[in-house]
């Protein structure tokens, strides 16, 4: 015997049953398998249809987006010789992280005048940009989790009236504009922290690079592979929360009397080409009599034919030519 069950979200895996099916057996077997078919067998259908899957997709940009700019950190290194050797120091060592406060950022130059080393900071704070593209990142992220799950879920729930699909598309179009407001900035901000960290225009703020004699260079530019990801990851997550308004939108139901179908034409009458007013008023294929015409006769006996002679029929139908 074989236990199996089905969802309007689609079939259950089938169970084997040994022997007799009793009662207490059977409600074991809800409990082992019911939910665990139901959702391994059909509620992920959904992720097959646009709407499930570019909600998926934006669930992983997401993560991209804000992880690799909230996890960044970076470095660079510069060189200051001095006319004498032993003040010299060939690798001054910056680092600087997410979220780019960069004022407070220092470092320590040699003065090559012998005495002790100047403190100097970076300039720029680019916080509020990159912060805020990380917020709309991880609530997208939260967002896009939680849509899922009633995808999955509870998707009768959430089409059984149009407020669920309504707040989604709302939700869904703040988080558009979001998505272009936060990238937008975090790209400005990010050309500003690559300006503000080029070790060519960090080496002017030491005072020693000034003197005649000593001598300045960068050593190794920062890897801003991460950053440049990250913006790509932003305005790949605006076209994505574009691209599904259409879908969202269409849940809603507001579109529905636009898409009707047209009322169905009514059918011509078939042409008068059997001599008749009333166009299937006369079989064509009848004779003088008007057509088919059954003869009931209760005397009859028999159906005879050249092969042999069956039994009486009770009724006997005869078309007359």
Not at 111 to 120: A, H, V
Not at 150 to 158: G, H, Q, S
Not at 200 to 220: F, Q, T, Y
Not at 295 to 305: A, I
């Amino acid at each position: 015997m074989l236990w199996g069950c089905f969802a309007a979200g689609g079939t259950g895996a089938l169970h084997k049953i040994d022997g007799t099916l009793r009662r207490e057996n059977y409600v074991d077997i809800l409990k082992q398998h019911l939910k665990t078919s139901l959702v391994a067998g059909g509620q992920f259908r959904v992720l097959k249809v646009p709407l499930g899957f570019i909600k998926a997709l934006e669930w992983i940009f997401a993560i991209f987006a804000f992880s690799t700019c909230g996890s960044y950190s970076g470095m660079f290194k510069m060189s200051v010789e001095c006319k004498n050797r032993t003040e010299s120091d060939l690798s001054i060592e910056v680092e600087f992280e997410y979220p780019f406060r960069l004022h407070q950022v220092y470092f320590d130059a040699p003065t090559c005048k012998g005495g002790p080393p100047e403190r100097l900071f970076l300039v720029g704070n680019y916080s509020s940009s990159a912060e805020f593209f990380v917020t709309i990142g991880v609530f997208a992220f939260l967002y896009s989790m939680a849509a899922l799950s009633v995808y999955v879920f509870a998707l009768e729930k959430y089409r059984e009236n149009n407020k669920g699909p309504l707040i989604d598309f709302g939700v869904t179009c703040v988080f558009t504009f979001m998505w272009l407001v936060s990238s937008a900035a975090w790209a400005k901000g990010l050309s500003d922290v690559k300006a503000s960290t080029d070790p060519e225009k960090v080496v002017d703020l030491i005072s020693a690079c000034d003197e005649e004699g000593n001598r300045c260079r960068e050593v190794h530019d920062p890897v801003m592979s991460g950053l440049n990801t990250s913006v790509c990851f932003g305005f790949m997550n605006l076209v994505l929360w574009g691209g599904n308004l259409w879908f969202v939108f269409k849940e809603t139901g507001i579109i529905a009397p636009f898409m009707r179908a047209p009322p169905p034409q009514e059918k011509q009458p078939a042409p008068d080409s059997y001599g008749q007013q009333a166009g299937y008023e006369q079989d064509p294929y009848a004779g003088s009599q008007g057509g088919y015409q059954p003869e009931y006769n209760q005397q009859q006996q028999g159906y005879n034919q050249e092969g042999g002679e069956y039994g009486q029929a009770p009724t006997s139908f005869a078309n007359q030519m």
